[in-house]
Each structure stands twice: as C-alpha cells, then as structure tokens.
C-alpha cells in the first residue's frame, strides 16, 4: 500500500470515530455551574469532560478563573499547566 493510500485510509478511519457534539439541557448547565464555582471557592479538583472536533477529553484540574464575558474556565492541573475551555463545550463536570 503506498504511503498516501496508508495517510488517506488513516484520515478515513479517524474521521468515522468523530461524534456529534451533545446538546445539553439549561439544567444541566446551570449544575455545571454551580458545581465550577463551588469548586473555585473550596480550591478542589474536579474532572471536565469536554467536545472539541468530534472526540471527548477529559482534564482534572482546579478552577483558577471563571471569564463571563468569554464563557471561558480557566483551569489549572496537577502539573501547573493551563487550560481554557469554553463553557457550551463540557459534557460532564465531576
């Protein structure tokens, strides 16, 4: 098999594992919310399970900052490193 056959199949491959992007509830998000903020105030560790292009991630970090204006988190993990995810993208909050 040539080498652009192999990258094509590849591409075809990984694109059919991509899922649509789940439409929550405002109930869900309000919970999300609360659940973020408590979180901020008692400096704990939660678990963000996020979409970004078709897959599910996860990261378990604390809340630094939460961006209104933006609806960004800002979100900081064991290592120090950062992260921001956008609101609308969660799909679980723990």
């Given at each position: 098999m040539?080498?652009?056959h192999r990258a094509a199949l590849e591409r075809h491959?990984?694109?059919k594992l991509k899922v649509?992007?789940?439409?929550?509830?405002?109930q869900q998000l309000q919970l999300f919310e609360r659940v973020?903020?408590?979180a901020r105030i008692e400096k704990?560790?939660?678990t963000f399970t996020y979409w970004?292009?078709?897959?599910f991630k996860s990261i378990e970090g604390k809340v630094r900052?939460?961006?209104?204006?933006d609806?960004?988190?800002?979100?900081?993990?064991?290592l120090n490193d950062v992260y921001f995810i956008h609101f609308f993208t969660l799909v679980d909050v723990r």
């Open positions: 040539l080498p652009e491959n990984k694109e649509p992007k789940p439409e929550l509830d405002e973020i903020r408590v704990t560790f939660l970004e292009d078709g897959y900052y939460i961006n209104i204006q609806k960004k988190i800002h979100i900081i993990d064991r």
